[in-house]
């Protein structure tokens, strides 16, 4: 086993009051590491304001350390200015992941990608040079800070839609590849608001891995979804042509978009492939729309690989818990806010701001006295969980989608619907054998921002759901939350508070 070390440093970027960069790169630097090697990275907050930080792993599972997972006053307290952090983790599972901050707007610029290779599966196809694609939103010539104030106060102010998309922090980002030969890419979400969907003009995709996890390869996709959190790997084979220039486009879906924020980068072959000034004229690749995506997602399912990997059948169907959690937004008492709910309760983290130790550490001593009960859930030794995501529709009418994302655990997707989920009638799983993720999609299955029938009268309605399966094999305790950073700003969080009887919090050496 290795030892990987790494120094982040938070700062703003130059000439900013609320751009943070990670050692003034963006994205920032790539972890990398075999697996079951030890991963240790110091977290240094070097702000000279008074904001504090923390770094998410995102898709690595933290067993037995979960008080590595960086959420602030759930799994640690935020980290201060002028103070250090240090992580130390098992690099588990393999595949492609990320790590993003998980205190208010600020991952909208502090992320970067996390790669664990697994000696025993090693990909034959050559990875493309410039690593993985990062996707992020880019608002332009807007304060952060001011951001993040208008989203909780009284009158509520949303953040504004994306000015732009970001591919790897650029907007004409640059690929150069040889001709004739068959790559891997490494698409990852880590936009805070956009879903977008990605393509590239006559290069279909195949599909190898979801979420950092193997699937069985599902070639010919000229589209991908991608949302906040979710992360692919795909095959493109370049043409047996000595020269060519080809668009790559990310696009916006499930929201209305501002007009140009499509990001438009180029794939090359060779640099012999002048690139003419007028790219305007470049053939942009098909992409799909919403209802194509919505019909993908329910019909054309990612499906794991892996035997060991599989769902389990659960007793006649059934798991041993479920959780129906039905989501909404409503205003604040005032009549002014605006928050998100979970089955009537928001738990933003203006809720944990008076504390002075991690909800965590709390329970390892034996003390609920502070913990938010009512967006708590409770699941025991391994148990077979399944938990539902009921959407509504928001106040203005419309049915948003939402990316939701386990920390500490992959799930299957068990199955979709479309209006109220039924207890009774939605037992079995859509199809056998679904893929093991930690991200998924809640769609809008009815009201969405592009159908005719939606007005604020709507306001509650069910407008579709989502079911995923997992096994509380992981004692901690886990946020489970939509992926749009503004949504979980305010409120769209839960807690898994999870076999706590079994809870251990172990310190890996760092030499």
Known sequence: MNLHEYNFTIAYADNSTSVLLINNK????????????????????????????????????????????????????????????????????????????????????VFGTIIIDDPLRRWEAAEIPSGPIMFSDHWEGVDRLEQEAGLL?????????PSNLYMNGQRNFLLTLDPGEIYLLRLIGATSLSTIVFGITEHPMTVVEVDGKLVIPKPNITSIEIASG????VLIETKSQY?????????????????????????????????????????LPSLFNETELFLFAFRERYQTLLKSER?????????????????????????????????????????????????LMDLYHGNEQNLPHDVVYTVEHDQLVDIVIQNTVALNGICESHPMHMHGHKFWIHSYGTGMYNAVHNIWPDRHDP???????????????????????????????????????????????????????????VLLKEDIENLSMIYLKQN
């Open 26 to 109: 963006f994205p920032g630097p790539t972890i990398r590491a075999n697996l079951n090697d030890t991963i240790i990275v110091h977290v240094h907050n070097a702000l000279h304001t008074m904001e504090e930080v923390t770094i998410h792993f995102h898709g690595i599972l933290q067993q037995q350390t979960p008080q590595m997972d960086g959420v602030g006053f759930v799994t640690q307290m935020p980290i201060p200015n002028g103070r250090t952090f240090t992580h130390a983790f098992r690099a588990n599972p393999a595949g492609t992941h990320m790590y993003h901050s998980h205190a208010g707007l600020q991952a909208v610029t």
């Open 153 to 161: 106060e009284s009158p509520f102010k949303w953040e504004g839609e």
């Open 230 to 233: 979710q992360r692919y790997a």
């Open 243 to 283: 020269s060519g220039i080809f668009a790559m486009q990310a696009a916006i879906r499930w929201r209305i978009a501002a007009a140009n924020s499509s990001c438009i980068g180029i794939l090359r072959y060779g640099v012999q492939s002048s690139l003419s000034t007028n790219l305007t004229s470049l053939k």
């Open 311 to 359: 769902m389990p059948p659960g007793h006649e169907g059934r798991a041993d818990t479920e959780f129906i959690l039905h989501t909404g937004q409503e205003y604040t008492p005032d009549g002014k806010g605006i928050r998100w709910l979970t089955n009537n309760a928001t738990f933003d983290m203006l809720r944990l701001k008076n504390l002075t130790t991690s909800l």
């Open 435 to 493: 893929v093991l993720r930690d991200s998924l999609m809640v769609y809008a299955s009815s009201y969405a921002y592009y159908s005719a029938n939606r007005n604020v009268s709507n306001h509650r309605m069910p407008c579709g759901w989502t079911k995923l399966r997992m096994i509380a094999n992981n004692p901690g305790l886990w946020m489970f939350h939509c992926h749009i950073g503004a949504h979980s700003f305010m409120g769209m969080n």
